[in-house]
Antibody, heavy 118, light 106 residues
Framework: EVQLVESGGGLVQPGGSLRLSCAAS????????MNWVRQAPGKGLEWVSY????????YYADSGKGRFTISRDNAKNSLFLQMSSLRDEDTAVYYC???????????WGQGTLVTVSS | SYELTQPLSVSVALGQTARITCGGN??????VHWYQQKPGQAPVLVIY???NRPSGIPERFSGSNSGNTATLTISRAQAGDEADYYC?????????FGGGTKLTVL
C-alpha cells in the first residue's frame, strides 16, 4: 500500500524557518517525481514545488521562490521542504503528493499544518 | 501566469448528472486532472489526462476537454459525491489549480 506521511509542521513566528518531511513507503520512491501542495485554512489547493526522480529538475511556485527549498533522499525514501523567511500567508496544511507533471498526483499524504503567527 | 476558472458551487439532484467546468485559455491543448476532496481529508485523483480514471474510481466519473473548457461529469450522483472538486494542470514549469467547486447533492 502506498503511504506518504508528512511531519515537521507546527507554530512558527514570522520570519522563522521550518523543515517539513514526507516519509514514503509501499512503492519504489526513486521511480517517482514528487511535489508539495498546500492549502490555507478554508481555501483551495496551491501547488508549491516539484522535484524529479533524481533531483535534477526542481520547480517552485512564485510564492516560494528564494524562500523554499525542496529536496529528497532516495536512500531514505524521504522528501523534504525547507522553508525560511516564513510569512503569515504561508499558514496552510502542506501535503506531499506523488506524480509527474503531466499525469496528475495519484497519492497524497494526510498533510501537516504549518501556522505562522506571532 | 495561467489561470483556471471553476464555478464556486454546483448542485445536483440525487441520481442525476453533475457537470463541473474548468475554464482556461486553450485548455484543450493541455492535460487536465481532477481531484475530489472531502472535508478533513486529502485530495483524491479522480480523472487524469483529461479522460482517464485511476483504478478504484467509479465509471460514473468521466472527463472531457476541448477548446477553452474542461469538464468533469459525475453520473448518477450519490450523497457520497458531495465534496470539493479541483481541476489542475501543468503550464510553463508550474502546477496550476483551479479555485475549486463545491458539489452539493440534493
Amino acid at each position: 500500500e502506498v503511504q506518504l506521511v508528512e511531519s515537521g509542521g507546527g507554530l512558527v513566528q514570522p520570519g522563522g524557518s521550518l523543515r517539513l518531511s514526507c516519509a514514503a513507503s509501499g512503492f519504489i520512491f526513486s521511480n517517482y517525481s514528487m511535489n508539495w501542495v498546500r492549502q490555507a485554512p478554508g481555501k483551495g489547493l496551491e501547488w508549491v514545488s516539484y522535484i524529479s526522480r533524481d533531483s535534477s529538475t526542481i520547480y517552485y511556485a512564485d510564492s516560494g521562490k528564494g524562500r523554499f527549498t525542496i529536496s529528497r533522499d532516495n536512500a531514505k525514501n524521504s522528501l523534504f521542504l525547507q522553508m525560511s523567511s516564513l510569512r503569515d500567508e504561508d499558514t496552510a496544511v502542506y501535503y506531499c503528493a506523488r506524480g509527474p507533471p503531466y499525469s496528475g498526483y495519484d497519492s497524497w499524504g494526510q498533510g501537516t499544518l504549518v501556522t505562522v503567527s506571532s | 501566469s495561467y489561470e483556471l476558472t471553476q464555478p464556486l458551487s454546483v448542485s445536483v439532484a440525487l441520481g442525476q448528472t453533475a457537470r463541473i467546468t474548468c475554464g482556461g485559455n486553450n485548455i484543450g491543448n493541455k492535460n487536465v486532472h481532477w481531484y475530489q476532496q472531502k472535508p478533513g481529508q486529502a485530495p483524491v485523483l479522480v480523472i487524469y489526462r483529461d479522460i482517464n480514471r485511476p483504478s478504484g474510481i467509479p465509471e460514473r466519473f468521466s472527463g472531457s476537454n476541448s477548446g477553452n473548457t474542461a469538464t468533469l461529469t459525475i453520473s448518477r450522483a450519490q450523497a457520497g459525491d458531495e465534496a470539493d472538486y479541483y481541476c489542475q494542470l501543468w503550464d510553463s514549469s508550474t502546477g496550476v489549480f483551479g479555485g475549486g467547486t463545491k458539489l452539493t447533492v440534493l
